[in-house]
Structures are given as structure tokens and as C-alpha cells.
């Protein structure tokens, strides 16, 4: 199983997504990839990593266990991450959603709706839930 960490940009045109990515890679020391999504021209989907292959694996702990209610994702990912979500954060008036999951897990996330302050709290401190897809709306 294989560990994807999903971005999305609600109502920002995919025409930016490389420079959004690029841009995002660069101050946060991780991987900003955009992710082809079905036809879906309004809003910019990524996915986020370490390594320039491959998946969102190696951010996890070693205990880190699929049935848990949260991701245990390691301690010196965490600030990169907030640093990612910071910079996605800044680029869309309309909200952000994220979400960690194995790929090709088929159970429907349950939808939080949090601020963006609070995502960015629950990514910086390592909670974020398994199952779950995070809005944010401001
Ligand atoms: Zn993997």
C-alpha cells in the first residue's frame, strides 16, 4: 500500500499548477507535484512528497499503522509540510482541501470543514486524520 497526501486549490485555474508547484517545492524542501485530475479545468490538484519519485511513504514513522485514527507522520516532515500548506494556502481565495490516503483505499473520506488556521494546526502537529478529506472556507 502506498501513501498519497493530496492538495487541492479550490478556484484556481490548472494553467498555474506548474508554476504554483514549482514555487511551493522550493521554500518548503519538499516535493509539489500537480496531479492530473478528471477533466477538472477550475481547480489545481497536488500531491505532495519528498523524493522526486514516488509517493508520500517515507514521510511516515515507523509504528505509523493504517488502522490508526491519525497519520503518524514524522517529527521533521511536519514543519515542511505546514510550510507547503502555508504557500498553497496563499495562492486561493477559495479554500483548500487535503487529504491522506492509501492509494486505492475506496471508502469515502468524511469531509471536515475547518479554518485554514486549524489545518494548519492539525498539520503541524501531526493530526491528521485517516479517512478524512479536509476543507477549508474562508
Ligand atoms: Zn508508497
Same mark, same amino acid.
Not at 514513522?61 to 509540510?81: F, G, M, Q
Given at each position: 500500500m ?11 485555474s490548472t494553467?498555474?499548477?506548474?508554476e ?6 522550493t521554500?518548503?524542501d519538499l ?16 500531491v505532495?512528497?519528498e523524493?522526486?519519485? &514516488?509517493?508520500?511513504?517515507?514521510? /511516515?514513522?515507523?509504528?505509523?499503522? +493504517?488502522?490508526?485514527?491519525?497519520? #503518524?507522520? %514524522? ?5 515542511k509540510l505546514?510550510?507547503?500548506l502555508?504557500?498553497?494556502l496563499?495562492?486561493?481565495r477559495?479554500?483548500? &482541501?487535503?487529504?491522506?490516503?492509501? /492509494?486505492?483505499?475506496?471508502?469515502? +473520506?468524511?469531509?471536515?470543514?475547518? #479554518?485554514? %488556521? ?11 486524520r ?8 474562508t
Amino acid at each position: 500500500m502506498c501513501l498519497a497526501l493530496y492538495v487541492e486549490l479550490v478556484g484556481v485555474s490548472t494553467d498555474k499548477a506548474e508554476e504554483i508547484a514549482a514555487h511551493c517545492s522550493t521554500i518548503s524542501d519538499l516535493i509539489v507535484r500537480p496531479a492530473v485530475s478528471s477533466g477538472d479545468q477550475a481547480n489545481c490538484h497536488f500531491v505532495v512528497v519528498e523524493f522526486s519519485e &514516488g509517493c508520500a511513504c517515507s514521510m /511516515l514513522a515507523e509504528h505509523a499503522s +493504517p488502522e490508526a485514527p491519525t497519520w #503518524s507522520l %514524522r517529527p521533521d516532515v511536519l514543519p515542511k509540510l505546514a510550510s507547503v500548506l502555508r504557500c498553497l494556502l496563499a495562492r486561493t481565495r477559495s479554500g483548500v &482541501g487535503l487529504e491522506a490516503a492509501w /492509494l486505492g483505499d475506496d471508502d469515502e +473520506p468524511t469531509e471536515v470543514r475547518v #479554518s485554514s %488556521r486549524d489545518l494548519l494546526a492539525v498539520v503541524a502537529e501531526g493530526g491528521i486524520r485517516t479517512k478524512t478529506r479536509y476543507l477549508t472556507a474562508t
